[in-house]
């Protein structure tokens, strides 16, 4: 059984209750409460809206679309939100006999898997496949506090991780993996846009602070989509300062992938300028960075250490510049790398084949 982050919540069983909602309003009356779900099979659309509400698996549990709605909601006041053990779908049963067949069935039903618009979550022990747009999607307006560990955040229609907003995500022990299995019906959305999709909806919306270790970024799809992991212009100055970190993460392709998972920067304005992204320790099946839209950007205030790369060139279109440095970078045929730098920056490198 797993630990509660609050000893002194009282521990209560869904089966009591008539329904999951059920029980998620009891344990919201007395402030709190770990809610335990036995093994089975639940068709459900929870909403959380109140602090220490703590959902745990009792062994192999599945939560599943019910209606169009978000399987689990976290709304505004879900202060605190735990969720260990369960495997989160936007399917129904039904959804699940139904192939993709290029777009022309639609098999899936909940907007989302997990939807996260408050501070404080911890998610452990999960997965999510599925759904009409995201896996799971991430929203707050300030210092978030989210935490995934030892997840499987598998396929949708649209993003299996969509960022929006909030400031302070971590990612440990897990795999994002994107394929062709599923579909929306609803103009492109047919299995996959993105990989993972850091992407602000307006200009108030703004993210910072992504730290992933030990992940596996994966693109398993043939043919459709960019399934990459993609920052798109934060809405925090000019520089899109976007202070993440990949530590002991792989970037891979399986199956009839055209190409691997790989990390691209999007400017849909005249922004031209990221900064503050570091790799360290990581393994990639292709390049580790390219550009998204079509222009040349520069990168500062970056580190690439420890890496190896598939092909030569570091990165693509996208030039490394003032405080970049890059160390011990390796390609798996023993090539010379090729860097793209700005000429007019003193970029610190160290130990790199033809440098």
Do not use: W
Request: hydrophobic residues 35%.
């Amino acid at each position: 059984m797993p630990t509660s982050s609050d000893s002194n919540l009282k521990q209560i069983y869904v089966k009591d209750y008539r329904s999951p909602q059920a029980a998620i309003d009891y344990a919201k009356s007395i402030g709190g409460a770990r809610i335990i779900f036995p093994n089975g099979d639940y068709p459900c659309s929870l909403v959380i809206d109140s602090p220490n509400i703590e959902l745990f698996s009792d062994g192999n549990t599945i939560l599943r679309a019910k209606t169009p709605s978000t399987v689990v909601d976290v709304k505004t006041g879900g202060v605190n939100f735990v969720l260990d053990g369960f495997d989160i779908r936007g399917q129904t049963l039904r959804d699940e006999l139904t192939s993709n067949r290029n777009g022309t069935h639609k098999n899936t039903k909940a907007l989302h898997c997990i939807r996260i618009q408050e501070r404080g979550a911890r998610l452990k022990n999960f997965k999510t496949s599925g759904a009409r747009y995201d896996g799971l999607y991430l929203k707050y307006d300030g210092q978030i506090d989210f935490e995934a560990q030892d997840f499987l955040i598998g396929s949708t229609a649209r993003n299996p991780v969509t960022i929006v907003a909030g400031q302070g995500f971590r990612f440990t022990r897990g795999k994002v993996s994107i394929d062709n299995r599923f579909t929306s019906k609803q103009g492109k959305l047919i299995s996959g846009l993105y990989l993972f999709d850091c992407e602000p909806n307006n200009i108030n919306d703004k993210y910072r602070g992504i730290k992933f270790t030990n992940v596996i970024f994966e693109n398993a799809g043939t043919g459709y989509g960019n399934n990459q992991v993609i920052f798109q212009d934060t809405n925090i100055g000019n520089s899109n300062d976007l202070g993440v970190y990949f530590e002991d993460c792989q970037f891979i392709k399986a199956g009839a992938a055209t190409g691997s998972a790989y990390v691209r920067l999007k400017a849909d304005t005249k922004l031209k300028e990221f900064s503050n992204i570091h790799f360290k320790s990581t393994r990639h099946q292709f390049r580790a960075m390219a550009i998204a839209g079509g222009r040349e950007v520069l990168l500062k205030n970056s580190t690439f250490e420890n890496m190896i790369i598939d092909e030569q060139n570091l990165t693509f279109a996208i030039r490394l510049s003032t405080g970049c440095k890059v160390v011990n970078i390796k390609t798996t045929a023993n090539k010379p790398v090729k860097l793209l730098l700005d000429k007019k920056s003193n970029v610190k490198v160290i130990n790199v084949a033809g440098y």
